[in-house]
């Protein structure tokens, strides 16, 4: 049931506001466009304004040059602190004639507000923005304190949460909501993710005279095989975790030559040829014994022969996270969900890693992911979000703020 105390924080939040902030937000192009140094600056400003607006304590910290993270801060208190996590990075908008609106223009149609970004993830950091917003304008007393944390490079390397966490200020969050596009269910658990670079070298020559050389294509062929098997191997015997489904692996990019080897030709047989793996993992995998797999491989189709030779490397691993839907910050938006919709909420996981996976495997936060926005939509052309999830989605953080952190005489 909602309280009065609640139900007058709710009445704080503008409709129209919160859509023309998706719009502004979703406008300005955050892509990383590293051949020009453009990046998300612009979409930090922006949300810096509006931080300082409120007279949040605001923080803007440059992470890498035009790579900032923005950091908000309501409340001066002894009790927990609740974090509100989005990024501020969006993907390419790749060739903008295959959309049927500009990428960038946010328009409205239908009850939706398209635009690369505003479904991953804006949309999810203005409704954050205007669930401080309320309580701030509600002059509610919070037993606690929230943070708002809009980070950058979230679908890069992640490099926003690593300089978040290294300056301490995961070290004050007790729990976090991470705003991504879930269609305002909550996910409980994440997969994990490493990622794997190997090359196999051989011999280069003509394409008529292979025997003059060592052609790379045919054991990478043989060891691709063999990671086809692992994943099967992995899936009978591991199976299929809760939310999240299978464990897998997959080969994402594979060049041969590698860039910086030289351009493809008809009649040239490659020296070498590069892979990379995409491990998707679930609970009870073992990173290390799977990477371990993956060096027997490489020994195994290059040896016994010294014209071949392999390399390795073990590029990042982030590992799976779940947390226990009996957490407070899960059951503060599970009743929220409940009292603002009438039903109850759906549990899901996240098939991919955001950060909160940092938060969580670095500092056991206990996170869950929650925010609006369809969860297929996602990098697609003709991006959207609907602004009914949206509407729902601020009036839920709002809820699960005040019930996580308590309210004082409420």
């Not at 505003?118 to 943070?147: F, H, P, Q, R, Y």
Request: net charge negative; with cysteine; glycine share 10%.
């Amino acid at each position: 049931m909602i309280s009065p105390t609640e139900r007058a924080a709710l009445q704080h939040i503008d409709d129209e506001e919160l859509i023309r902030w998706v719009q502004e937000l979703t406008r300005i192009p955050s892509v990383w466009r590293p051949e020009t140094g453009e990046g998300e600056e612009a979409a930090a400003r922006w949300v810096e304004a509006r931080c300082r607006e409120m007279d949040l304590e605001t923080h803007f910290q440059e992470v890498q040059p035009g790579r900032p993270n923005v950091i908000a801060i309501y409340g001066n208190h002894p009790g927990p602190t609740l974090m509100f996590e989005g990024h501020t990075d969006v993907v390419t908008e790749g060739n903008p004639s295959l959309w049927t609106y500009p990428p960038f223009a946010a328009a409205i149609h239908d009850g939706r507000i398209y635009g690369r970004g505003a479904n991953d993830m804006k949309a999810g950091l203005v409704c954050a923005l205007i669930a401080v917003k309320a309580i701030v304008e509600s002059g509610v007393k919070l037993k606690g304190n929230l943070l708002i944390g809009a980070l950058c490079d979230e679908e890069g390397g992640m490099i926003g949460v690593k300089d978040f966490v290294a300056r301490g200020w995961a070290d004050r969050v007790d729990a976090a909501i991470i705003c991504e596009p879930e269609e305002n269910h909550l996910c409980i658990s994440q997969k994990g993710v490493m990622w794997i670079r190997a090359f196999i070298h051989g011999i280069m020559a003509h394409g008529a005279m292979p025997l003059t050389g060592r052609n790379s294509a045919y054991p990478m062929a043989r060891f691709l095989t063999m990671v086809e098997q692992l994943e099967a191997d992995e899936i009978a015997r591991h199976g299929a975790y809760p939310h999240l489904g299978q464990p897998s692996i997959t080969p994402t990019i594979l060049l041969s030559p590698p860039r910086g080897y030289g351009e493809p030709q008809n009649n040239v047989m490659p020296r070498s040829t590069e892979v990379v793996l995409d491990f998707r993992l679930i609970p009870g995998q073992n990173v290390d014994a799977l990477a371990a797999r993956i060096e027997s491989f490489l020994q195994e189709v290059t040896a016994g022969d010294e014209r071949l030779r392999y390399e390795m490397e073990v590029l990042e691993v982030r590992p799976p996270t779940v947390t226990d839907p009996a957490e407070p910050v899960v059951a503060a938006l599970a009743s929220a969900y409940t009292d603002l919709t009438g039903k109850e909420p759906i549990y899901g996981g996240v098939p991919g890693s955001t950060d909160g996976t940092i938060l969580n495997w670095k500092k056991d936060i206990p996170i869950v992911t929650c925010g609006p926005g369809n969860i297929h939509i996602p990098h697609h052309i003709d991006e959207w979000v609907s602004i009914d999830e949206i509407k729902e989605a601020a009036r839920m953080y709002v809820l699960a703020a005040m019930r996580y952190l308590g309210v004082e005489n409420g």
